[in-house]
C-alpha cells in the first residue's frame, strides 16, 4: 500500500519518533491524513479541512476520529 501511495506523493510518518511540534506542523499543512486508528489521529485537532481516510484493524469502527473530523471541518472517510 505504501509503495502504491509513494506514486502520489504520500509518505510515511511514525509520529512517536517526531517532537509535538513537527506533529503538529505535519498535520497543520496536510491535505491528505491516511492512518490507522489510533492516539495519532488525534493530531487532527490541528489540521484544517485535511481529507482523512481512517483504516481499522478489527472488525468493527470506532467513531471517535469521525467527531473530531467533523467539528474541525476536515473531510473524513474509513
Given at each position: 500500500?505504501?509503495d502504491r501511495l509513494s506514486q502520489?506523493?504520500?509518505?510515511?510518518?511514525?509520529?512517536?519518533?517526531?517532537?509535538?511540534?513537527?506533529?503538529?506542523?505535519?498535520?497543520?499543512?496536510?491535505?491528505?491524513?491516511?492512518?490507522?486508528?489510533?492516539?495519532?489521529?488525534?493530531?487532527?485537532?490541528?489540521s484544517r479541512k485535511a481529507r482523512?481516510?481512517?483504516?481499522?484493524?478489527?472488525?468493527?469502527?470506532?467513531?471517535?476520529?469521525?467527531?473530531?473530523?467533523?467539528?474541525?471541518?476536515?473531510?473524513?472517510?474509513?
Amino acid at each position: 500500500m505504501l509503495d502504491r501511495l509513494s506514486q502520489y506523493g504520500f509518505k510515511k510518518y511514525i509520529l512517536e519518533n517526531l517532537p509535538i511540534t513537527e506533529q503538529i506542523e505535519l498535520f497543520y499543512d496536510a491535505d491528505f491524513v491516511i492512518g490507522t486508528h489510533g492516539a495519532g489521529l488525534s493530531n487532527l485537532v490541528f489540521s484544517r479541512k485535511a481529507r482523512v481516510l481512517e483504516l481499522f484493524p478489527t472488525g468493527y469502527i470506532l467513531p471517535h476520529y469521525y467527531y473530531l473530523s467533523k467539528s474541525t471541518n476536515n473531510n473524513y472517510a474509513y
